[in-house]
């Protein structure tokens, strides 16, 4: 099942859609954090919602589980009025994940980078760099995360653009080589 997860080759549209999404960042960066909240505020709702539905179909029962879908339920409640009334504190967070997801999209691609090393793949260098960069951008923000966060978006955007840009060479190279 995961064998495919890293055996994926560079695609045109992952990378049209990345540079899509880094454009939107760059030049929406306030509008892109209240959607974010939204959208967090609208699942955490839904979550309170099906662990209320939970609680109440098991109110009866015994056992932790039930009395822990009541709290989960209060708890995601809270943090979904949250980000719907108060969405700068949730953003204030966010260049402190949006570090941590750069890292974990760096981590990803090593081994296809590895792949293409031993293979001798043409531009393996792009590869390289489409790993570096996100992994150098998210370090940077894991140590100042709770900076201005409508530069953080921004700085987001132009990674994901850069890091699209790199991708697209990546995959045209790779399709040449073939």
């Known amino acids: 099942m995961f064998n495919n997860l890293f ?3 560079p695609s045109f549209i992952t990378s049209g859609v990345t540079v899509l999404l880094g454009l ?8 892109s954090g209240k959607i974010f909240c939204s959208l967090l505020g609208a699942c955490l709702l839904l979550f309170a919602i099906l662990n209320l539905w939970t609680y109440v179909q098991n109110k009866n ?3 932790i589980g039930v009395k ?3 709290v989960t339920t209060v708890i995601s409640a809270f943090l979904a009025i949250i980000c719907f009334t108060k969405a700068y ?4 967070f966010l260049p402190f994940v949006l570090g ?3 890292v974990a999209v760096s981590a990803v691609k090593i081994p296809f980078i590895i792949s293409c090393i031993k293979n001798s793949v043409p531009g393996s260098g792009l590869f390289i760099a489409s790993a570096l960069v996100p992994l150098i951008l998210g370090i940077i923000m894991l140590f100042n995360p709770f900076g201005v966060t409508r530069t953080v978006i921004m700085f987001f955007g132009v ?3 850069i890091n699209g840009i790199i991708d697209f060479s990546g995959a045209y190279y790779y399709k040449s080589s073939k």
Not at 24 to 31: M, S
Not at 89 to 92: A, E, F, Q
């Open 7 to 9: 055996d994926q080759k």
């Open 61 to 63: 029962k015994q056992g």
């Open 159 to 161: 990674s994901l653009i």
């Open 24 to 31: 939107a960042l760059v030049l929406f960066p306030e509008l």
């Open 68 to 70: 822990s879908a009541l």
């Open 100 to 102: 941590i997801l750069l």
């Open 89 to 92: 504190i949730v953003l204030s």
